[in-house]
């Protein structure tokens, strides 16, 4: 059995391919994907050959120049597209994502609305106890809402303490993370928005 350091690692491999693979397939080259984004072209060809390891927000804002969910470009399996303007995400129809960069034990519950033209992607939260081994940063701005429990939120060297019914925003280009602080893990909502330039 593979432990977690290994799984972590196959993720992040298969994340990189997956991410050029889209981009090969919508025939897209590094720079142009670079314009769409936002993110440099070298950030990109590190990011594609596993040499960089992107957060969460990151990963959303190449979806959007991919014009893919997130799920697909973690999981590598299409996604059916919507043209609607009314778009419902069923409480089963909800999936658990991990990322590289979140703490071991946080868990990313993900909303495919299937729209490429989103201006955001939200997500449940489950908040482990640990902090992540390094702050979020990326651009693009976020809206954190405490379901349940309570946790710390560190932001640009800076702790608050945010308990249920609390709401922060926040650009996030500056480093931030939480840990949960509570007996229970804190679920939050939170909506990470179009850092492309939509919103």
Known sequence: MKNSTQKINDLELAIASHIRKKRLEK????????KLTGLSKGYLSQ???????????????????????????????????KSSKLSIVRSDQQQAITH????????YNSFNFG?????????IVTVCHKYPEKPLIHSGQEIAYTLSGRHQFYYDA?????????????DSDRPHMSRSIGKEPAKVFVIFCNPAGRA
């Open 27 to 34: 025939g897209l080259t590094l720079e142009q994907l670079a």
């Open 47 to 81: 990011i594609e050959n596993n040499e960089k390891n992107p957060p969460i927000g990151t990963l959303t804002k190449i979806a959007y120049g991919l014009e893919i969910s997130v799920i697909e470009l973690i999981s590598g399996e299409p996604q059916a597209a």
């Open 100 to 107: 590289a960069e979140a703490a071991m034990g946080s868990i």
């Open 115 to 123: 729209r490429p033209d989103r201006l955001m992607d939200p997500y």
């Open 158 to 170: 800076q702790t608050y303490i945010l308990n249920t019914g609390d709401i922060v925003y926040f």
